[in-house]
């Protein structure tokens, strides 16, 4: 079993990484522009893959690991993406 | 002398997670409170980098420690992957900030000058 002390600073962590995810989530609504908003979603994914670790050592399953990995790609690919539509109002340069 | 050796890495582990949780706040207020696109990514395209691999390397020292003997070869080999995550982490989100900033420039957003209105 995983001792209660590290239970418990494990927790903690999660939940101010929770705290920080919601202030990003503010700024994702009020804006102003697109940018702003890209921006926010980027930095909420990032989070997102240290709050997936962290879980996976909560529940004792360190291979949830697996899972932040995949959502670090294709957290990575999609800001890419968009980034690049933005830019220039296609995907792919024809 | 075990146990100190055991109380030592906790205390490390401890600490490595709260540097990490200390930088993601501030990038998170950074987010919040500068006044224009390219400061607020300036804030956090630094300051969440380094928070998460602080985070994630404590976590791998935890790992370290609480798996190490008689664990399946799969659980074993999770500190190395956490280390692609990191170099991971260290190239990619360095790169999507830049992109995003990029692709903000060439269209036209204008930078913050002191006395405009706060975007």
Not at chain 2, 34 to 53: I, N, Q, S
């Amino acid at each position: 079993m995983i001792e209660p002390d590290m239970l418990t600073i494990f927790l903690a962590t999660a939940l101010l990484i929770v705290v920080t995810i919601i202030l990003a989530l503010y700024r994702a609504t009020i804006g102003p522009e697109v940018y702003n908003r890209v921006a926010a979603v980027n930095v909420i994914g990032t989070k997102t893959i240290v709050l997936l670790v962290i879980i996976g050592y909560i529940f004792e399953r360190p291979l949830f690991f697996d899972i932040s990995l995949l959502y670090a790609l294709l957290n990575f690919i999609g800001t890419l993406a968009f980034a690049k539509y933005l830019e220039r109002g296609e995907v792919w340069s024809s | 002398m075990v146990e100190l050796i055991v109380t030592i890495l906790l205390v490390v582990v401890v600490l490595f997670l709260a540097a990490g949780v200390f930088f993601m706040l501030a990038g998170a207020i950074g987010l919040l409170r500068l006044p224009d696109f390219y400061t607020r990514l300036h804030a956090t395209g630094k300051c969440d980098t380094l928070g998460e691999v602080l985070i994630i390397f404590g976590l791998l020292l935890y790992h370290i420690y609480y798996y190490s003997p008689g664990a399946e070869l799969s659980v074993q080999l999770v500190p190395v992957k956490l280390l692609f995550l990191i170099c991971f982490i260290f190239f990619a989100n360095p790169t999507a900030t830049h992109a995003i900033m990029k692709a903000a420039y060439n269209t036209g957003v204008k930078p913050w000058k002191k006395g405009d209105r706060r975007m």
